[in-house]
């Protein structure tokens, strides 16, 4: 069973609009979260993170929220460019001492179109 | 700038044979990471190694082993190939402990299994 799920596989948005790409996790120990992006035939690449004493975090155009009695993170991008188009995880840690385990999402594909 | 390279972009085996899939990282990580991705399910942790020698199953280690003799070399080894292994191998390193938890990504093998 997937303890981080990302339910939406894939979301289309117009350039310059906003996009929330959300994630749900189950385990209540997990104290890190993390979004990575991925292009096609590269790496993912780590984008943003939030501990879980906090509530928002944000980074240029990119805004992580937490919600921990919902079990719920999202990222927001504002504004929304062509170039974003890429996979984005989401990611969390159950233990930064045990190794720095990431438990992944299934990725949700954005499509921002000029 | 931190560099993880895989030896093989795209790898085509038989049914049966030993792979090896070939990590290196020039950051003197302590940590590193063995991952598969399939399409829906992320990315899926097989094995990590925290420290020369030292190895740990990860999620889904059936099929694969692995190898670290060296701090900078992480090997993933399918000792009998079979079909349902073909996917996208992403290797992985990190410092333990790292507050962001941040893991730097090779570009991936392809490896599909006749």
């Known amino acids: 069973d997937q303890q981080v799920k990302q339910n939406s596989p894939s979301l289309s948005v117009q350039e310059g609009r906003i996009s929330i790409l959300n994630c749900d996790y189950t385990n209540s120990m997990f104290d890190y979260f993390l979004w990575y992006k991925k292009y096609p035939a590269e790496g993912p690449t780590f984008l943003i993170s939030?501990?879980?004493?906090?509530d928002k975090n944000e980074d240029g155009r990119f805004t992580v929220f937490l919600n921990k009695s919902a079990k719920h993170l999202s990222l927001h991008i504002v504004p929304s460019q062509p170039g974003d188009s890429a996979v984005y995880f989401c990611a969390a840690s159950l233990n930064r001492n045990a190794g720095n385990m990431l438990t992944f999402g299934g990725g949700t594909r954005l499509m921002v179109k000029p | 700038d931190v560099k993880v390279t895989q030896s093989s972009r795209y790898l085509v085996k038989r049914t049966g044979e030993k792979v090896f899939l070939e990590c290196v990282q020039d950051m003197d990580h302590e940590n590193m990471f063995w991952y598969r991705q399939d399409p829906g399910l992320g990315l899926r942790l097989i094995y990590f190694?925290?420290?020369?020698?030292?190895?740990e199953k990860g999620d889904i280690p059936e099929g694969y082993s692995v190898s670290r003799e060296k701090k900078e070399r992480f090997s993933l080894i399918l000792e009998s190939a079979s079909t349902n292994q073909t996917s996208m191998y992403l290797c992985?390193?990190?410092?333990?402990?790292?507050?962001?938890?941040?893991?730097?990504f090779g570009p991936g093998t392809r490896l599909t299994v006749l």
């Open positions: 939030i501990s879980s004493i906090k």
């Open positions: 992985a390193s990190s410092f333990p402990g790292l507050r962001t938890d941040t893991q730097y």
């Open positions: 190694s925290y420290d020369v020698k030292m190895k």
